[in-house]
Every structure is written in structure tokens, then in C-alpha cells.
């Protein structure tokens, strides 16, 4: 039995990782906030912790990818870092008090912040040179989020938020086990020596894309930190909230299980930039309309927001790099767009949901998508794929 538990391909091991890895975030991304919320924390305290943990990811994947680049210890790392999650985890059960959970929220950031990148990284060199499926692998993630979000939303509605910790805590450890099944990386065992950040990752085309990365993940400040909020303000219970947060990632799995048709027909840049201008449109809808109709609608350009965008960013950011630093590229990318992008979010929609309510939070998500789009219009130039396709694509 664990004979075979431990000879799984290495896809099955990989698609695992991302279900247990997105359950916990359909956990965590509708109802963490929504906890804090019953826990009487105010708008700018939760906007603070929200910014918090994305903070950390500006540092601490980077860190970590550059030593797992270094010493080539990216697996040993991995499991290290799903380990401490889980046990850092465990503090939430012991205080409510904000300077507490701040610190809680702050150990466990460093852990827990750069999983989602090195597990990008073991997707990217498993999957070789057909890294245009990668959303068939991803997208189990997605059906994760789906499951749980649904099925927690109308718990929640009857026994109560407060088991949210216990859940998140066992779908922490339940990884922690699975991460262990992980296979050693394929690169050479000796340590590299040369960390320089390469040319690529340090031009023009690539500082364009990380910036608009950025403005991306800030414009979706607001919905990830308060739509919950805002949903239960309007008078909707937790199973509408849990459907819309599904409905978003049923979406999402449509354009993942079809990623290797969109990027063979489309440009990288054509998606981003087409992601970019949906993100501007979802949140201005957002803004005008509070019926559950519209809502629903809205969340369908999920699709575009996330899915789309966030494959065609790993795609982007793997051919800015060298084979020697993918982990560092890919944690870099995290870093910039959930790390900073999303603290800068946070903190704004906080302050303006706090002081000036939902209408102009989401009209500045609005704003700042627009800005990314329009720079990566004028300014956003994408290598070729290594495989010499053209990139000339509509």
C-alpha cells in the first residue's frame, strides 16, 4: 500500500498538492476576513492583517527561491515550509487579540507565502516542454476551491465561523503529509555560484510585465479582502457567498482545462492585456450593482481575472528565466504581484471601504486595472516561447 501511495506520477502528486493547497485557500480567501469580521476586528485592522500577510510575500519568496536555487534544496525546503504552516497555524486557536493574530499572521506568512510559487516551479519542470497544459494540472486547485467553498459556506451557516480554524488546520497538515511524496528536483547537486539576476529577468519587457502584474493583484484588493463583508453587509447569507466564490472558480476551470488551446492560438500578451481590461470591467460592475443576478454574473469574468491571467503570468515569467533561477523567477513574480501588489490592495481598499464604503473601492479596483492594461499596451514586449513558435499570435 504505501509502495504504491509512494510511486505516483508525478502529475497525480502535483494535482494533489494544488487540491489540498486550494482548499485551504477556499477556507481562507472568503472567510478569514469574514472570521476577523465576528471577532469584532473594524476595516482597517483586517485591511492591515490582510496586508500583512501579502506583504511577506514581497520578502520571503524570493528568499527562500534564492536559496532553494542555490543549494538546490528546493524540495527539502518545501516540505519545511508546510510544516511550519501547519504548526504556526495553531496559534489562532489560543487569541483574538490584534497585536496577537498580527504576529501569528506574521510567522506564519514567511512560511506559508512561498508554497503556491515552488509549487509552480515543480509544475513548470515536470510538465518540459508542454507547459501550455499547465491548467490541466492547476485546475484541480480550482475543483478543491469549488468543493469547499460551497460546501464550508452553508457549514458556517450552521454550526458557525469559529470552526474555520479547525478545517484550514487539517487541510494544512493533510499537505504537510502529501508534500513528502514530492520527487527531487532534476538539477545538479553541487551549489550554484552564480546568483547574478540575469539579463533577462532585469529587462525592459520583464519590468513591464511585473508591473502590470502588480496592478493586477492591487485591483483585486477589494474583492479579496471585502467581498465576503460586503456580500453579508448587503443582507446575503454564508451559502450565497460560498456560491459566488464558486461560481467564480467553475468558470476558471473552463479556460485552465483549455489552456493548451488558448495559448496556442492566442499571444501571452494578448491574454494579459484581454485580462487586464475584464478585471477593469468586473470591479466597475461591482460597484453599480447589488443584486444577486448581476453579482453571479460578474463573478464569471473570474475566468478572465484570475484564470487566464494567472496562467499566462506563469508562462510569461518562465521565459524571462534561465533554467537555473526558475524558482527564484517564479518567486519573483509571486513576490511582486501577490506580495506587493496585494499589500498595496489591501491597504487601499481597507482605508476607502472604511471611510468612503464599497462604490469607490471598487471604482479605484476599476482604475487600477485600466492603468495596467494601458501600459502593457504601449509598452509590453513578450520573448518567444524556447520551443521557436511564434509568438505572433492574435
Known amino acids: 500500500m504505501l509502495r504504491s501511495i509512494l510511486r505516483q506520477p508525478v502529475k497525480h502528486i502535483l494535482q494533489t498538492q494544488y487540491f ?9 480567501l472568503p472567510y478569514f476576513n469574514l472570521y476577523l469580521s465576528h471577532i469584532h476586528l473594524d476595516g482597517i485592522q ?56 498580527a504576529v501569528i499572521g506574521l510567522l506564519h506568512g514567511i512560511v506559508f507565502s512561498p508554497i503556491i510559487a515552488f509549487l509552480e516551479t515543480f509544475s513548470m519542470e515536470a510538465l518540459g516542454k508542454e507547459k501550455k497544459k ?33 478545517l484550514v488546520l487539517a487541510g494544512s497538515g493533510l499537505q504537510a503529509l502529501s508534500s513528502l511524496l514530492i520527487p527531487a528536483t532534476s538539477a545538479p547537486l553541487h551549489p550554484s555560484q552564480h546568483l547574478v539576476i540575469p539579463e533577462g529577468l532585469r529587462s525592459k519587457g520583464a519590468v513591464v ?11 483585486h484588493g477589494g474583492y479579496y479582502g471585502f467581498i465576503s463583508i460586503h456580500l453579508e453587509t448587503l443582507g446575503y447569507d454564508k451559502t450565497f457567498i460560498g456560491i459566488c466564490w ?30 487586464l481590461i475584464a478585471a ?36 510569461t515569467i518562465d521565459r524571462f528565466a534561465p533554467d537555473r533561477l526558475k524558482t527564484f523567477a517564479q518567486t519573483l513574480n509571486n513576490s511582486i504581484g501577490y506580495g506587493m501588489g496585494m499589500t498595496a490592495g489591501f491597504l487601499i481598499a481597507g482605508y476607502i471601504y472604511q471611510q468612503s464604503g464599497f462604490v469607490w473601492m471598487f471604482r479605484t479596483s476599476s482604475l487600477i486595472a485600466l492603468c495596467g492594461a494601458l501600459i502593457l499596451i504601449k509598452w509590453g514586449k513578450i520573448p518567444a516561447d524556447p520551443e521557436h513558435i511564434s509568438d505572433n499570435r492574435v
Not at 489540498?20 to 481562507?28: I, K, N
Not at 469549488?146 to 479547525?166: E, P, S, Y
Not at 510585465?209 to 485591483?219: D, K, P, Q, R
Open 20 to 28: 489540498l493547497y486550494f482548499a485551504v485557500m477556499g477556507l481562507t
Open 134 to 166: 499547465y491548467g490541466l494540472t492547476r485546475l484541480w486547485g480550482s475543483i478543491a476551491f469549488i468543493l469547499v467553498v460551497v460546501g464550508c459556506g452553508r457549514l458556517f451557516d450552521r454550526i458557525g465561523i469559529d470552526i474555520l480554524l479547525v
Open 246 to 275: 464558486a461560481l467564480a472558480s467553475i468558470c476558471e476551470i473552463g479556460v485552465m482545462a483549455g489552456s493548451q488551446r488558448i495559448f496556442s492560438r492566442f499571444s501571452l500578451k494578448s491574454v494579459l492585456v484581454f485580462a
Open 280 to 315: 477593469s470591467l468586473r470591479w466597475l460592475a461591482l460597484s453599480y450593482f447589488t443584486s444577486a443576478a448581476p453579482i453571479l454574473i460578474s463573478q464569471s469574468l473570474h475566468a478572465l481575472t484570475y484564470g487566464t491571467f494567472h496562467m499566462a503570468s506563469i508562462l
Open 209 to 219: 510585465f511585473l508591473i502590470c502584474g502588480f496592478l493586477m493583484l492591487a485591483s
Open 46 to 101: 483586517i485591511g492591515f492583517l490582510s496586508g500583512l500577510r501579502s506583504a511577506l510575500i514581497m520578502v520571503a519568496p524570493m528568499a527562500w527561491g534564492l536559496l532553494a536555487d542555490r543549494l538546490h534544496a528546493r524540495r527539502i525546503l518545501y516540505i519545511g515550509m508546510n510544516v511550519g504552516a501547519t504548526v504556526i497555524w495553531m496559534g489562532y486557536f489560543w487569541t483574538t487579540q490584534f497585536k496577537w493574530l
